[in-house]
């Protein structure tokens, strides 16, 4: 069974860093690429970037308007995603999920909540 | 890069049927997209993806009463024999190669 576990949410200051992690387990994570989105309160689904295999180059893409404050990366030995958050603003709160994507994204964490306030 | 188009809000009473529609932006109408169902207060759920040409592929444990189709840039989901736990946000999506976009969604409500 697949399964994507989020951690490492929280309450933020503005300005502040988080960093989120992705534990996944019943597929070949090595094999997979990997997305993160977001769901502010209320809105709608929005995708943050995404980081594909190692056959892949770990090649990664963000979404223009987040480019340059978040960064994902991997761990194939841990089997885990992360997603690293810097310079954080209010309007970052939501819940973020993590995904596995083969084309489409077909299985998704439960997500996890941040928080930024002061 | 493309742009997907639902309406905000749909409904349909209870063991009907509902077609939901989500559009692809000009220049994109042969691009695969996927449905997602988020339920009330839990985390979006995959359904399928589907082809310009109709074929859809549906993921493990999604119910039969679950199907797509298309027509030109549009893409549908229909959902029969309506239960109350199809009550939900219906999210399509679909992405290229440095990107990957959400239409902002259909509320269904089983009336």
């Known amino acids: 069974e697949v399964q994507l576990v989020e951690s490492g949410g929280g309450l933020v200051q503005p300005g502040g860093s988080l960093k989120l992690s992705c534990a996944a387990s019943?597929?070949?994570?090595?094999?997979?690429?990997m997305d993160w989105v977001r769901q502010a309160s209320g809105k709608g689904l929005e995708w943050i970037g995404r980081i594909r295999s190692k056959a892949n180059s770990y090649a990664t893409a963000y979404a223009a308007s987040l480019k340059g404050r978040f960064i994902i990366s991997r761990d194939d030995s841990q089997n885990t995603a992360y997603l690293q958050m810097n310079s954080l603003k209010t309007e970052d709160t939501a819940v973020y999920y993590c995904?596995?994507?083969?084309?489409?994204?077909?299985?998704w964490g439960q997500g996890t909540l941040v928080t930024v306030s002061s | 890069q493309p742009v997907l188009t639902q309406s905000s809000s749909a409904s349909a009473s209870l063991g009907s049927s509902v077609k939901l529609t989500c559009t692809l932006s000009?220049?994109?109408?042969?691009?695969?997209i996927a449905w997602h169902q988020q339920q009330p207060g839990r985390a979006p759920r995959y359904l399928m993806s589907?082809?310009?040409?109709?074929?859809?592929n549906k993921g493990s444990g999604g119910p039969d009463r679950f199907s797509g189709s298309s027509s030109g840039a549009d893409r549908y989901l229909t959902i029969s024999n309506l239960q109350s736990e199809d009550e939900a946000d219906y999210y399509c999506e679909t992405w290229d190669s440095d990107t990957r976009v959400f239409g902002g969604g259909t509320k269904l409500t089983v009336l």
């Open positions: 589907l082809e310009s040409s109709g074929d859809y």
């Open positions: 019943g597929f070949t994570f090595s094999g997979s690429a």
């Open positions: 995904t596995r994507t083969h084309s489409s994204v077909d299985y």
């Open positions: 000009s220049g994109h109408s042969t691009y695969i």
